[in-house]
């Protein structure tokens, strides 16, 4: 019985697809050998608690009736009574019955709900009922288990387990072309009751007669991290607790099994924790029985609504009995005594993948590019035929110069290129296995490859093969998946004779099971067996990220680009300059009016070479260095900065004063300009083919100007992200853990202005600020791996009052991924070395490298909290200000 409106339209009305069906609904299913016969006692089971329904009234003693008119909160039609017209005993079975109400009751419906909490809660075991169900549209019986403490949390935290439920049993069903006979086996969890926090993951089960028609037994084995569910003995559905990948530093890297979750505050630390474990499903359920009429789900599917006649005269849930074993094997457990099939651990059968969080691989710092062949051999990557025999062999070809050749013969085996001790023969050399965890957004393996000749086997299939930790995990994948170009036939096979380029990126190969922290052998081969004949010679292999650039002039000109003078007249040159930037572009502004700069139109004598910048928006600028040799005879002339693109369908000009930097040429000085290109999209410009860059003194007022530019490029800058600056950074919020206050934004100095304040009580808490959507904030984490190398966390901070305890260390803790790694320093550790003074602002800047080498994940940072230590801040009030992620 779902909780959730909102989410069980969307999922439930959606059942007619195959993937949630059981094996009568379309989907493969094994053959059922062995079932439990419900008519016989269950083997390995110990009866522990029954109701067998055969006095004259309910037990009391393990029965309560709920009394209300809300339902499960799912916009149900009914009000739940005691009355002994809504539940019954009668000829040995529970009968609950849903009636029309009288006229002018809260709502037209009356019913029951019955449940055993602290009556009778169990942890594990076997769980059954044998009953016929109520049929019509609109009717929603269930019999399910909810948490007896909550341990978790609220709703779904801590868990619900649906055993059966169906709605609308013989109405007509589309997606089945006949009446309705479902049932469901469902599991409730997650972070929250929202739509995104709340995770349902369940089967349905088509059986060959109508549920309305007989009695059925409906069950679920419960054991520690599996629950199995059943109908008359078949197990139709098994769900499990997750199964957490390490890499080779122990490290959580993904999921071999995506399961339940739990995720909760630590009550020790107060850390909020996703937990892949046995939770929620680890504590003491109690058993729920009721009858539902209507509610957003039923009224939804089928034939909608609610089918009055089929209330009229009441509608029946006959329960025959209920009963509860325990595993005598181990009862602490539940396991020992499962009744399972073939394909009962099957994702193609009764096995279903859940909804938890995805740990993402930790980095320990910036991945730096591997090249493991360009035209020499890397002494710790050595090309490598596993079990043919042959030595791969260094030639010249034609187009690529230097290459590894592999040669395939009768004996079926994988080539490519190796990093264990075993196989590497360079006395000099140690194996080099490549963490690719700092690079898994943007990187790739990167190879060229020419087939010399054929495979004799025409069906061969190329593959492409990538192994980590001595073999730990691999991936293998057909080689046409990393295909980029050139020939058309290279989608689909390698074509002979022709340099053909192939890319895999390191995300598609985690996702896909590989631990990419320690990758140590890359194959590129036919299939197994079927390779005799082949010969392909292979360069450029590499594991790398790049960005793209464009360097205008840098110790010379780029041919593509050259130094321009649209109208003067003059011809710009290199000229040589100083001992740090050598040659350099040298421009002279005559009488008559101009624009100068760079330029790649053909008509300029460029070599048509625009640059698209789409893909380093969010970071990348426009940068160049320039020294005044003499500035404009007119001295009060302005400078400017002018981008076109696609032959002046777009242009932005703008002052250099606009730049980062924001100064004028001082003559005789060398300065740095930087244009970020989001300012220049802001201000208009189409980034995708820039064809001319120009810097200019106003037009018509140059005249005696001469200038150098030089190490004048576009490229992507380490990032930078503001967390706080008068208010939050968007989709984050300023936030107290777990000590129920509410931090405010606040004005402080003038030098500051809007600041954060915090203010910590008598509970003990950890307070700072947040991106996570369980309290609040968007679900924006901040990736932070392009600035391992020299980049920091900073803020500046003012403690307004000490705590009362004047010892009370202070500490920053950041957290990453939901709580998957979080690292906690003093804050006197920080470049600054200083603790809190009061009534002062201080600066604290901590390196992300050093973070990163203690444990924390940058790529996910969801959580930066300032506080004194856990249980020792009460009384203390203090402002953060001008906290950033950023460049040091």
Known sequence: MKHAATQLSRIFATLSTATLLGCGGGATTNTNLEIVNPAEPVSDWQLVWSDEFDGTSIDAKKWTHEVNCAGGGNNESQCYTDSADNSFIANGTLNIVALPAEEGAEKPYTSARLQTRYKADFQYGRIEMRAKLPSGQGSWPAFWMMPTDELYGGWPKSGEIDIMEAVNLKAY??????????????????????????????????????????????????????????????LYATQRQSEVRYNSKGEASGLAHRGWFAEYFDQASGELTTHWDSAPFDQDFYLILNLAVGGDWPINVNETGIDADAFAQGQSFEIDYVRVYECSVDPMTGKGCETIRPGYASYDDALLEGAAPIPSPPSVGGATNLTIFDGAVNPSWPAWDCCGGSTPALVTDAEQGEVVEFSIGGAPTVMGFISRSAFITDPEAQPAPFDGSGMLEKGSIKFDMKVVSAPNDPSSVWKFKVESSEGATAVELDLSAGYVGPSAKGAVMPETGVWEHYEFSLQMLADAGLDVSAIDVIMIFPAWGTGDGAVYRVANVAISQESPSLVLFEDGMNPDWPMWDCCGGSTPVEAQDDEAHGLTAEFSIGANPTVMGFITRPDNGGGNKPFDATSIIENGVIQFEMRAVSLPNNAAAPWFFKVESDNAASAVELPLTASVEGHSPVAGEWQTYTFKLTDLIAAGLDVTAIDVIMVFPGWGQGEGAVYRIDNAKIYETAPSFTLFDEAARDGWVIWDCCGGSTPAIVAADEAHGNVAEFAIGAAPTVMGIITRSAVGGGDAPIDATALLDGGVVRFDMKVVSAPNNASAPWLLKIESDGGATAVEVNLNTSAEGADPVTGEWQTYTFSLSALAAAGLDVTAIDVIMVFPAWGTGEGAVYQIDNMAIAPF
């Open 173 to 234: 069903a589309a997606d089945l072309d006949a009446p309705e006979t479902r049932i469901y086996g469902t599991l409730h969890y997650g972070s929250g009751p929202d739509a995104q926090g709340h995770k349902i993951t369940g089967k349905a089960y088509t059986p060959a007669t109508n549920p309305a028609d007989d009695f059925h037994t409906y069950a679920i084995e419960w054991q520690e991290g599996e629950i199995r569910w059943y109908m008359d003995g078949y």
